[in-house]
């Protein structure tokens, strides 16, 4: 019975992932592999800018002329590093996942476990999308004519008019990373969770085939 109910469950597998994808889904998933590209050659960039920013900064204290401003460089380069990087790992399945109850189910209800957790991943970047929408508030900018102080006047919110401690960088440039990543996180998720629907066949990566933890 149980090869049975393998075989039936491995035939649903393969007529769900041999449908032709719709245009939608298709569009979807290649948007979010277009994204996964430009993420991958942004991680390279910021992973060298921030190892430039490393060895300057060792250089210039010790010989004796520190440049301040390369410290607040450096943690601005790990904060976007760190968002891009994760919403690569979204798409690549290789977030961090607790498997300690998906272990214990079948397969089946494994890849349902998956898709329902894929789901509330969703759901949290879909917000994340809303929220960075009313903190950045563009219409409101717009509204007041792009001037900061009239608009931070008027709404209390100072993020238009906020500069960096020592690079003297508009804050709202900086923080751009936020509202990116919520779009980048929303587009992997839900090409996600289309081939945990069965909607479009999983993409196969060999490189991460034997990494830990992929979901």
Known sequence: IRNKGNNWMNTASDTRASKTPSPPIRGLVSLSERLLMLEKLAVA???T???CL???NVGTRYAGIPLYWVDEAAVYATVWLTFIGGSALTRL???FAVTLVSEKLSPRNAERLQALATFIAFLFAVGLVVMCWN???PLGIAAAGFDARDY???SFNFL???RTQTLNWPTWTVS????LFAVSMSVHTAANLAEELGLHPKIVRKDFNAAEGVN
Do not use: N
């Open 49 to 51: 800018l921030l190892l």
């Open 54 to 56: 490393i060895l300057i």
């Open 160 to 162: 238009y008019t906020e």
């Open 135 to 137: 903190w950045m508030d």
């Open 176 to 179: 751009m990373v936020v509202p």
């Open 152 to 154: 931070a006047g008027e």
């Open 93 to 95: 399945r290789l977030d």
């Open 45 to 47: 960039a910021f992973m």
